[in-house]
């Protein structure tokens, strides 16, 4: 069965620090995507990165960096020079190609705070 | 613009009451979805409409009722809801159901349930 774990409840950065989110994956299907959210205490659910497990390159969009490691089935998120607006929850989640409706399954997040 | 929009944005009801959450979006997705999501955890999907069909429904109890007016537009009406249903629902589109379509999401709707 597909399942995603992240195993960092909360972490803590320095404001103008990298900071990396684990991610790891199961799944027997050959053809998968992954995605990182961020939730701010707000609410919503943000999207900030999108690999997939036929791209070649790790994915980037602007601080927002993927290292992607298929062998070791890890996806993690790489933030760069940490802003304090970064502070809130994040979630990888996971699709896979034989899933009916493209259902997404997220991991139990991690929740970052970023230090001044 | 990948703008979700839901109305209301707090909502408090009795066990007794009928409600119903709005959910819209202007970009010409053809998928959307509800969550539902308890504070510090992961959302949990709900359902999912496909070209405003009902392609799954995760054995969602039945006082919760999923509609789909038209592309553009999900609702999700609650009646004779349990304090345990109190939540963040939050609903989401994408372009269709293929794999690298990003689902976006709307800023939800807290509800609690007295």
């Known amino acids: 069965a597909q399942k995603i774990t992240q195993t960092q409840p909360g972490m803590f950065v320095q404001e103008k620090e990298a900071v990396t989110l684990d991610c790891t994956y199961d799944?027997?299907?050959?053809?998968?995507?992954l995605f990182w959210y961020k939730q701010p205490s707000s609410g919503e659910m943000i999207f900030l990165i999108y690999q997939g497990s036929y791209d070649q390159q790790n994915a980037t969009e602007g601080r927002y960096s993927l290292n992607f490691q298929k062998a070791r089935k890890s996806a993690n998120l790489v933030i760069s020079a940490s802003q304090l607006g970064d502070s809130a929850m994040y979630f990888c989640a996971m699709r896979w190609i034989y899933n009916q409706g493209g259902k997404l399954i997220f991991g139990q997040g991690t929740e970052l705070s970023v230090k001044p | 613009d990948t703008e979700v929009t839901q109305t209301p944005k707090h909502l408090v009801m009795g066990m007794t009451n009928k409600k119903s959450l709005k959910c819209e979006q202007h970009?010409?997705?053809?998928?959307m979805y509800w969550y539902k999501q308890k504070a510090k955890k992961p959302p949990e999907l709900m359902f999912v409409?496909?070209?405003?069909?009902?392609?799954i429904n995760e054995s969602v109890p039945s006082r919760f009722s999923p509609e789909c007016p038209n592309s553009s537009l999900l609702n999700l009406h609650l009646h004779a809801l349990q304090p345990e249903d109190s939540a963040l629902y939050l609903c989401a589109s994408s372009q269709g159901e293929v794999l690298g379509e990003t689902q976006y999401f709307g800023p939800g709707t807290r509800l609690l349930v007295l």
């Open positions: 970009m010409g997705h053809r998928a």
């Open positions: 409409y496909s070209y405003e069909k009902l392609s």
């Open positions: 799944t027997s299907d050959p053809s998968y995507g």
